[in-house]
Nanobody, 122 residues
């Protein structure tokens, strides 16, 4: 089992920035690829970004590419998502997740956090 807890969400004005954190406990964090997903009201959960177990490879959704950075600190069992130039359409519950092999598909992830709300006002 891997337990994941997100933090760092909140209310931010359009154009602002946030850094989300995902703290992991349980099985060895460094064995897992990690991802961020988000879900807006009435919409399906969508991929945001993913990072390999070493941190050496990353991938982003087109909607956040160029204004987001995913990173991880295996010594601290923590993953991060820095988002800049936030837009109202970024408003969603953001979830972190862990998988054996990195993927952009939610179904490939075995463990999920409870989510943190990000609201971007216009």
């Amino acid at each position: 089992q891997v337990q994941l807890v997100e933090s760092g969400g909140g209310l931010v004005q359009s154009g602002g920035s946030l850094r989300l954190s995902c703290a992991a406990s349980g099985r060895t964090f460094r064995n897992y690829a990690m991802g961020w997903f988000r879900q807006a009201p009435g919409k399906e959960r969508e991929f945001v970004a993913a990072i390999s177990w070493s941190g050496g490879s990353t991938v982003y959704a087109d909607s956040v590419k160029g204004r987001s950075t995913i990173s991880r600190d295996n010594a601290k069992n923590t993953m991060y998502l820095r988002m800049n130039s936030l837009k109202p359409e970024d408003t969603a519950v953001y979830y972190c997740a862990a998988a054996r092999d990195w993927s952009t598909l939610p179904i490939e992830y075995d463990y999920w956090g409870q989510g943190t709300q990000v609201t971007v006002s216009s």
